[in-house]
């Protein structure tokens, strides 16, 4: 018996692989910090919980229109107006089981064997697999903390081939928290809209965790709202990780593509949780401010901490709630008499001496960082951050 040659191909999550290895040391009784994960430590919040109860009251037993309830894609069509100034009518919007099989959903939508698609690093780990699934061929356009870790036009132009199919990327950026500012898109723009058949997808999942300005969505250019899909969810604003809703806004024939394909996969997302999500979406975004200002405030205590820890690079992330610096420094070097050579090595030393998780760059395509996550309480961090820098520094 053996599984077939797409699964072969596929890498079990980095983020996964490393929460594992953190509860296998746990369970040994090692105290273990993990910033390793990538979702909010709140609770949703009660409002929302408080419509799912009330769903259920009300007997949302029963499929759902595969896209999703027409109120939630009613919702969704008001939320993007409202926060993104885009007009998506509701036959253009699909809602699936999060934002992750939006992509998964446009990818087996458009893209055939051999097809290109961009991803400029560094990426969400799942990116680069979604397209292997796909039977598409990952092309990285590589972007450096020099770069605030964010294409160039002349970078996306030198990737497009006749053979590309699709852009993907996310801003905020999981895992730099890099933000392309509007004049930034504008550039980007000047050449998306020389190739007209390229799809580009907007992973904005982690829009309202900004700490400067708002985002700027990619779709609100007229020239390019075609060619554009643009992809948001609840996960990370509202604390919902595990109700799995994601949505996407995409021209008619992508948005019918991807209701056709969940068709025969789902039959379309959670009830429940769509019922809820209608809750979610309607309310001021002011509702979750907190934990945006908590996030904030995290962020500006571990870009402090972290300036004295040698070998670390950082630049400061302006949205989702990750810190990213590039230690490739401390290659070649030996801490507690263990040979650094990448961040792989690092992050495992990071475990074993610090016992603190974290997921090197590797799998994000950035190989010289280190992705660690300031969801977690301000007392964990600063224990953390602590025994970061002692395992580094008297290393
Ligand atoms: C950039 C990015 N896009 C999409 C997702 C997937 O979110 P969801 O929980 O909605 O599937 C994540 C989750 O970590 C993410 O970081």
Redesign the pocket.
């Known amino acids: 018996m053996k599984l077939c040659n797409r699964l072969q191909n596929l890498k079990p999550s980095a983020t996964i692989v490393m929460s594992s290895k953190a509860r296998e040391l746990k369970a040994q009784g090692k105290d273990i910090i993990s910033l390793s994960l990538?979702?909010p430590d709140f609770e949703t919040p009660d409002f929302i919980k408080e419509a799912a109860i009330q769903a259920i009251k009300d007997n949302y037993n029963h499929y759902t229109p595969v896209p999703g309830f027409v109120a939630l894609r009613e919702a969704i069509a008001e939320k993007f107006k409202r926060d993104n100034g885009l007009d998506y009518s509701i036959d253009q919007i699909v809602v699936s089981?999060?934002?992750?099989?939006?992509?998964y959903n446009v990818m087996q939508s458009l893209v055939d064997e051999g097809d290109e698609v961009i991803l400029p690093t560094p990426y969400?780990v799942?990116?680069a697999d979604i397209v292997t699934l796909a039977n598409g061929k990952v092309v990285e356009i590589k972007t450096g903390i020099e770069q605030d870790f964010k294409m160039t036009p002349a970078q996306l132009e030198n990737a497009i081939t006749d053979k590309t199919k699709v852009l993907l990327y996310?801003s905020p950026?999981?895992p730099s928290g890099s933000v392309y500012s509007k004049s930034e898109l504008a550039a980007l723009v000047e050449v998306i809209k020389r190739y007209p058949d390229l799809v580009v997808i907007s992973?904005e999942?982690?829009e309202h965790i900004t700490y400067e300005d708002k985002i700027t969505s990619l779709a609100s250019f007229p020239e390019i709202y075609n060619q554009v899909v643009t992809?948001n969810?609840?996960?990370?604003a509202f604390a919902m990780?595990g109700w799995?809703?994601?949505y996407l806004g995409a021209n008619h024939l992508i948005a019918k593509g991807c209701a056709t394909l969940q068709g025969q996969v789902t039959s379309g997302a959670n009830a429940i949780a769509q019922r809820a999500a209608i809750t979610a979406l309607k309310a001021d975004p002011s509702e979750i401010q907190y934990m945006v200002d908590a996030f904030k405030e995290r962020r500006d205590m571990v870009m402090d901490i972290i300036q004295d820890i040698r070998g670390f690079t950082v630049h400061k992330p302006k949205g989702?709630f990750y810190i990213f610096p590039d230690v490739s420094d401390l290659f070649g070097k030996t801490l507690n008499g263990v040979l650094i050579n990448n961040a792989d090595d690092l992050a495992f030393y990071l475990l074993e001496h610090a016992h603190v998780a974290t997921v090197s760059g590797v799998s994000f395509g950035s190989p010289n960082c280190l992705r660690i996550s300031y969801a977690a309480s301000v007392e964990n961090l600063k224990e953390a951050f602590k025994r970061i820098k002692e395992a580094i520094n008297n290393g």
């Open positions: 990538g979702e089981t999060g934002a992750k099989q939006s992509i969400w799942s990116y996310s950026c999981n992973d999942i982690y992809v969810g609840l996960s990370k990780t799995r809703i994601g989702a």
